[in-house]
């Protein structure tokens, strides 16, 4: 069995009202999927579905400690995920990703895998720029960090273009 099979819903059994499943992500998860910014995780997503007769609303919890890798000294670090996020599941004719939260699903839909938004919603909260948390935060953007030229020499004006302008008038 396939670490993402756990994470499929048989919906056609399922029956209108609140149905909760709780999943463990861990190593396998993470080696199953392609997460390259994650070196590993564990922690658990709580998913709450009300099934009605057009659609089913999901609402996913996920508390996850994962351990990420720092840009700027490439040490691992760990990084706590606490997320919450909607998604409706619409019944209709085909399959398409409606909105952001909205995504509809074919009426005669068997099963709905719940582990590629579950991934999506991992990948979210993982900022861009990884820093370790002993560099605190990194308020300096606009700061110049590397130049090719000293410092004496950047307002000091080459005394060939001054004789240059010189020829304009």
Same mark, same amino acid.
């Given at each position: 069995?396939?670490?993402?099979?756990?994470?499929?819903?048989?919906?056609?059994?399922?029956?209108?009202?609140?149905?909760?499943?709780?999943?463990?992500?861990?190593?396998?998860?993470?080696?199953?999927?392609?997460?390259?910014? %994650?070196?590993?995780?564990?922690?658990?997503?709580?998913?709450?579905?009300?099934?009605?007769?057009?659609?089913?609303?999901?609402?996913?919890? %996920?508390?996850?400690?994962?351990?990420?890798?720092?840009?700027?000294?490439?040490?691992?670090?760990?990084?706590?995920?606490?997320?919450?996020?909607?998604?409706?599941?619409?019944?209709?004719?085909?399959?398409?990703?409606?909105?952001?939260?909205?995504?509809?699903?074919?009426?005669?839909?068997?099963?709905?895998?719940?582990?590629?938004?579950?991934?999506?919603?991992?990948?979210?909260? %993982?900022?861009?720029?990884?820093?370790?948390?002993?560099?605190?935060?990194?308020?300096?953007?606009?700061?110049?960090?590397?130049?090719?030229?000293?410092?004496?020499?950047?307002?000091?004006?080459?005394?060939?273009?001054?004789?240059?302008?010189?020829?304009?008038?």
């Amino acid at each position: 069995m396939r670490e993402s099979d756990k994470f499929k819903i048989d919906i056609y059994k399922l029956k209108n009202g609140e149905h909760e499943y709780l999943f463990t992500i861990d190593k396998p998860f993470f080696d199953e999927l392609p997460i390259d910014d %994650i070196l590993k995780g564990k922690g658990v997503v709580n998913v709450k579905l009300r099934k009605s007769e057009s659609l089913i609303e999901g609402e996913f919890k %996920i508390e996850l400690r994962v351990t990420l890798e720092c840009d700027r000294s490439l040490e691992a670090f760990p990084f706590y995920i606490n997320r919450q996020e909607q998604l409706i599941f619409k019944f209709g004719d085909e399959d398409a990703e409606l909105d952001d939260n909205i995504v509809m699903i074919h009426r005669d839909k068997q099963r709905l895998d719940l582990a590629h938004y579950i991934y999506e919603f991992i990948h979210m909260s %993982i900022p861009m720029k990884r820093l370790h948390p002993r560099f605190g935060e990194d308020t300096d953007e606009d700061e110049l960090i590397y130049t090719s030229e000293k410092n004496d020499k950047v307002n000091e004006v080459d005394p060939r273009w001054e004789q240059l302008k010189s020829l304009k008038k």
